[in-house]
């Protein structure tokens, strides 16, 4: 295995400027000539960083965790990529683990993370764990970001502009011309829920249509809880013909449950969800769904958690930039006469 001396022989230069330009240190004096012949040296000889020692040395593991409540969710696809590219930008690795199939009690989630294996955490719990589960990684004393929901600790947190997703969604019914429009929402609990059930509520307002309380629910975001609100609102005196699904996985539920009780999608009834994903293309048909800025949301938390590393403060982000997209697909027409 090549070496710094290896890689200062190879380009004629000392031990310290290969140490110094490999690990990017600011205000680096060498000619670009001179760290382009470094760089090429370290590529010739396939030099690797010996991490143990650099993590010694700086007490720093440059690795970072990222919790996801599940590693298959197509959702959270987007969210990591945008992770590991601001952490390749940085010289960090990220570690990921699902909180999918974590044991009850408080410590599941720092043996989860290890005891000193990151420098920092950023987190994005499911519903089905608390806010005490987030209390108890920020009190582990790492730098902590969370994703969609306010760090209850002193670290930051990167959000989703939920209420203007939803806004798109319900707006995009109401200009089909549907005027009896359901909600399915995620749990009361859920900070993300609680945001785009306003968003949908504002629309609504805005366009002075009535919300039937009957065709509001707030089941949850997996597929099982998009079957359980449309059995819910099918329930009602008068169904609606349209709804708004918080959720892509939740809208398969309630695609699938349409299809159970013979209601024609679109036909009879208009789907729109909030988030794009290649299961919403699959589907059939296929799903009008919001496009949300995920990979921005990524590379925003990362840069983040690198900034409280590094600087001890953190922000609270609302990622806006792009905005709301709405993917127009075949689950959505104008309500029948």
Known sequence: MATLSDVAARAGVSISAVSRVLSDKPGVRVSVATRQR????????????????????????????????????????????????????????????????????????????GEGRVDGVIVQFGDHLSGDDLRTVTESGLPVISVNAINPGSGGSVRLDDEAGMRLATQHLIELGHTRIGYAGGLPTSESGQRRLAGFRDAMASAS?????????????????????????????????????????????????????GIRVPEELSIVAMHDTWTAEIAWPPLTCVRMPLYELGRNAMANLWDYINSGTAENRVIADPAPQLIVRESTAPPAH
């Not at 597929?223 to 449309?230: M, R």
């Not at 099918?234 to 699938?256: K, Q």
Request: hydrophobic content about 45%.
């Open 209 to 261: 249509l009535a919300i039937d309380p009957e065709l509001v629910t707030d089941f949850g975001y997996y597929p099982k809880d998009g079957v359980q609100a449309l059995t819910a609102m099918a329930e009602a005196p008068a169904c609606p013909t349209a709804v708004v699904v918080a959720n892509i996985n939740a809208a398969h539920g309630v695609l699938s449950e349409a299809r159970r009780l």
């Open 38 to 113: 470094i760089h090429d040296a370290a590529k010739e000889l396939n030099y690797r960083p010996n991490f143990t020692a650099r993590a010694l040395k700086s007490s720093r593991t440059h690795a970072v965790g990222l919790v996801v409540p599940g590693v298959t969710n197509a959702i959270f696809s987007e969210l990591m990529r945008g992770v590991e590219e601001e952490a390749r930008a940085k010289d960090y690795m990220v570690l990921i683990a699902s909180t999918e199939r974590l044991p009850e009690g408080e410590e599941s989630i720092p043996r989860l993370m």
